[in-house]
């Protein structure tokens, strides 16, 4: 139990008093003493399709068995190419490439990198600023991370990525606290671009990064037309927009990708954990035609040097193909869809419960936020992850907001029991 060194988590409590699970099947784990655990975080937001699709873990199985690994580096294999037209077709056809990584840290480094090399093949080399926005999350890696907008995870690790500059967030309680679906006010925040635009010539600008809804800060969900603003200044100034879909890409809002619920495409889209339904680690940015095309104009020789050991590893890819399969033949997107508004009203019915200041939602994601310990930040979401978990409740927990993100074919009866023993747990809480 000592030698693992776990990541994000209170090591030190863990040891103490851990949580283990030992199986999975639907909307369950099972612990290793026996209990059943409703998943409502979708392990960490990256099993859309429930647990134990027997369809994916005999592809990955078959798999295994036929090619164990095989370079994608001067080299090919016949089911990454095939994922990758099935990707294109699952996004609407508005992506031509996809690009695989085995993470969406790496899917945001790539893209980051991507966007740098596009703007010098054209010429556009003074090109070399991002921006990310204030507690957005994009992973840790040190693009990322640069771009990324969480204190916590930046503070140990020195100055990082230079030329990175921040928007604001887009959370407001004191406006929008209680809203139902896209927040009203707020959509004025995309203009900050603008300013930043005013402090560094926008042909030093290679791109702009941001969740379409940040889900690992707390899901702050955008303000009614903040994204297609973001979008339009973008445009106005040659400057790339890349969402980072690593949540809420594969179904989360009950459309393929966000950028499809609100009608806004970015220019790259970043991707991971529910593409392989989180059987195998998998990432892939998909990239819009133009950006690709200018790689293609690069002098004779290798396009773009980036790539990584396990991109399109045979396995992930056979997950992949599976976890489309199964997005097709169970109807996810159409269950996602159909059970959406009960689950908006269940969430709904925690208002008034001790603590409880916000609550949010969009999709099949929603935040509930808690009204801090004074002068102990996170302490009572904490406490809300370990009460849940002994009630059999799986959840997701950021400082003090709850986050909740069950798989896409739950049914009334999961949201019934989600709900439940989530009122009863803030009912108890101190
Ligand atoms: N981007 C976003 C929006 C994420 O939510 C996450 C993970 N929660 C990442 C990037 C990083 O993905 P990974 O942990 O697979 O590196």
Known sequence: MSSFWMPFTNNRDFKRDPRLLVSAEGMYYRDVDGNQVLDGAAGLWCVPCGHGQPKIAAAIAQ?????????????GHPAAFELAERLIDFSGGRFSHVFYTNSGSEAVDTALKIALAYHRLRGEGGRTRLIGRERGYHGVGFGGLSVGGIGANRKAFGPLLPGVDHLRHTHDPERNAFARGEPEHGAELADDLERMLLLHDPSTIAAVIV?????????????????????AICDRHGILLIFDEVITGFGRLT???????????????TTAKGITNGAVPMGAVFSKGFIHDAFMDAPPGIELFHGYTYSGHPLACAAALATLDVFAEQGVLANAAAIQPYFEEALQSLRGLPH???????GIIAG?????????????????LKAAFADGLLIRTTGDII???PPLVMERQHVDELFGKLADVLKRLA
């Open 63 to 75: 798999m295994a068995g036929q090619l164990d690994f095989a370079p994608t580096f001067q080299m």
């Open 211 to 231: 969740e379409p809804v940040a889900g690992s800060t707390g899901v702050l969900i955008p303000p009614k037309g903040y994204l297609a603003r973001l979008r």
């Open 255 to 269: 459309t393929p990708f966000a950028g499809d619920w609100f009608g806004v495409e970015p220019d790259m889209m």
């Open 356 to 362: 409880v200041i916000d609550l949010r939602s969009l």
């Open 368 to 384: 509930i936020e808690l009204a801090p310990i004074p002068g102990q930040p996170g302490a009572r979401g904490y406490a809300a």
């Open 403 to 405: 986050a909740l993100s």
